[in-house]
Nanobody, 122 residues
Framework: VQLQASGGDTVQTGGSLRLSCTASGKIWDMNVLGWYRQAPGNQRELVAVFSRGGSTRYNYSVKGRFTISRDNDANTVHLEMNNMMPEDTAVYYC?????????????????WGQGTLVTVSS
């Protein structure tokens, strides 16, 4: 499985940014596609993920500000980030899993992309 992410940039507080990720390779049984992030000095954390069946999971800190969507072909996912705050600054990783979405928070996804840097300036 290969994951190609794009969209990382620097924005001001209150601004918006859109990340996209496309999966390729042996993905016909892939279930979950989404995003984790890691800020300097912090552990990696789930941001938002989307299952093939349409279920989503969000980090409580981004609910109401971030929206994850998935294209009809199910191989591309987008993360619309609005009202961004400095604490959103992190490297964002596109991730994928063949497991049920309910397992993702306790067991991180199997596949990770290269990461894209998002910086929110105050």
């Amino acid at each position: 499985v290969q994951l190609q992410a794009s969209g990382g940039d620097t924005v001001q507080t209150g601004g918006s940014l859109r990340l996209s990720c496309t999966a390729s390779g042996k993905i016909w049984d892939m279930n979950v596609l989404g995003w984790y992030r890691q800020a300097p000095g912090n552990q990696r954390e789930l941001v938002a993920v989307f299952s093939r069946g349409g279920s989503t999971r969000y980090n409580y800190s981004v609910k109401g500000r971030f929206t994850i969507s998935r294209d009809n072909d199910a191989n591309t996912v987008h993360l619309e980030m609005n009202n961004m705050m400095p604490e959103d600054t992190a490297v964002y990783y596109c991730t994928s899993s063949f497991r049920p979405i309910a397992t993702i928070e306790s067991n991180p996804p199997e596949y990770w992309g290269q990461g894209t840097l998002v910086t929110v300036s105050s």
